[in-house]
């Protein structure tokens, strides 16, 4: 009877672990790298592309989805009203429950901004106007509620390219505030950017504020903190926005940060980059890839830790050719893939080895403009930023595409992605679409 016992609950320990691993709790996935464990995706698609089993109505807006236990989480917008939370069925797309909290205020490119985080029975958001909310799952009601801006003084209304980088400024960027939630151990974490605290961190049960960094240099941007690895320690990557773009940038740089302390570690300010989005990526040993668009490109930096105890940042490259405009790169078997059409060029896909060389670009046929893009399977399944999904072999070789459909309406459609259970999760600026890839 233990023995029987014993293999009951090992079953149902890995049937929890696999429902976990099935999720998409946050911006980018799991881990943040847009890298998702599902095997058994569709090798091919028919003519009219996966079968979409549902399409529900939504604001406009960038923000994408979070999947965790069945459920999907989207916060929208209406910029005459504010921000509401909804949660759909992921399997009917039947809207469960939602909460909506009054925030009015239009930037330009309105509408939503970022994805939820799931964490337990909280859901973590935060709107464009800096409000960041811990949501019950099971009452549907906040638990608690802070303010990322005006909490810590407001700070560089907009990027620094357009206002001077020394001034702080009370008025929000002028595209909002674009933060994703990052869940860490007992932490939210996110970049306020003002005059009085770079990153905080709250506890994420209570609201507490644990720790606040200093201010950092540089503007505010729009990039989200990330976590990467540097001799096996979590380090927390942020990035500010430089004043001016090109060559003539400067004030802004990439700092490392104890996510438990929000002691700074290491500072690199060899990268200079007027509106940063994409968040820093984790490359492997110590290696951290920058990139950007408005002629920033990439850039690969080593951070290492020094004999007296303290860490070091060595620049290893920089590629003008190769970067990223609002979705953070993607690395699979040693190679980086991203769409790097930008204000200034329109090289679409492009493919990038770990040393910096650019393997090859679609340019604009196919054209691939700021859409979303996951790794799955050894497969990228990515939207165009405009009508097309696609279903790509990734390789160092060329674009291989395997499938292509258009189900999305035209216009800018620049949501990060969601997969979970073989559904696919994809929207543009008008609904929220559930497509079948996997068997």
């Known amino acids: 009877m233990k023995g029987k016992a014993a293999l009951i609950a090992l079953l149902v320990t890995l049937s929890i672990v696999g429902a976990l691993a099935a999720d998409w709790p946050q911006y980018y996935g799991l881990n943040r790298d847009g890298t998702s464990t599902e095997k058994g995706l569709l090798r091919a698609w028919p003519k009219e592309g996966p079968r979409v089993l549902w399409t529900v109505p939504v604001g406009i807006g960038y923000g994408g989805p979070a999947v965790a236990g069945g459920k999907v989480y989207l916060l929208d917008r209406d910029d005459k009203v504010g921000d509401t939370l909804r949660c759909f069925d992921l399997a ?12 009015p205020g239009r930037f330009d490119h309105p509408g939503s901004r970022s994805t939820p985080a799931v964490d337990g029975e909280r859901v973590y958001t935060c709107g464009p106007r800096g409000d960041l909310y811990s949501i019950d799952t099971g009452t549907h009601k906040p638990v608690w509620q802070k303010n990322i801006w005006s909490d810590f003084g407001g700070g560089t209304g907009v990027p620094a390219g357009f206002r001077d980088a020394g001034s702080r400024e009370s008025s929000l960027p002028i595209w909002g505030i674009a933060q994703n939630p990052l869940v860490y151990r007992n932490l939210v974490i996110v970049a306020s950017q003002t005059s009085q605290a770079g990153v905080v961190a709250y506890d994420k049960l209570t609201g507490e504020l644990a720790w606040k960094s200093p201010a950092l240099p540089g503007g505010a941007g729009y990039v989200s ?117 930008t204000n200034e060029r329109s090289d679409g896909l492009v493919s990038m080895s770990m040393d910096g060389k650019v393997n090859w670009r679609t340019g604009e046929e196919p054209a691939f403009v700021r859409g979303g893009i996951i790794l799955a399977d050894g497969l990228l399944l990515a939207t165009d930023g405009n009508t097309m999904v696609y279903l790509i072999e990734p390789s160092p070789t060329g674009f291989k595409p395997l499938a292509s459909t258009g189900l999305l309406e035209p216009g800018e459609n620049w949501a990060p992605l969601a997969l979970a259970g073989g559904k696919l999760l994809i929207r543009d600026q008008k609904s929220l679409k559930c497509l079948q890839v996997a068997r």
Request: proline letters at 6%; one cysteine or more.
């Open 92 to 103: 009917s797309g039947k809207e469960l429950w939602s909460f909506a909290y009054p925030s």
């Open 225 to 341: 903190p990330s976590i990467v690895k540097v001799g096996g320690e979590d380090h927390l990557v942020m990035v500010t926005a430089a004043q001016g773009f090109g060559r003539n940038a400067g004030g802004g740089g990439v700092y490392g940060v104890d996510p438990l302390s929000g002691k700074l570690l290491w500072t690199y300010s060899g990268w200079q980059c007027g509106i940063p989005i994409p968040h820093a990526v984790d490359a492997g040993e110590g290696r951290v890839l920058v990139t950007g668009g408005y002629r920033a490109g990439a850039a690969m930096i080593k951070v290492e830790k020094k004999a007296d105890g303290g860490y070091g940042a060595t620049e290893l490259f920089k590629n003008p050719d190769f970067g990223s405009h609002t979705q953070p790169p993607i690395l699979h078997n040693g190679h980086f893939y991203a769409q790097y059409t």
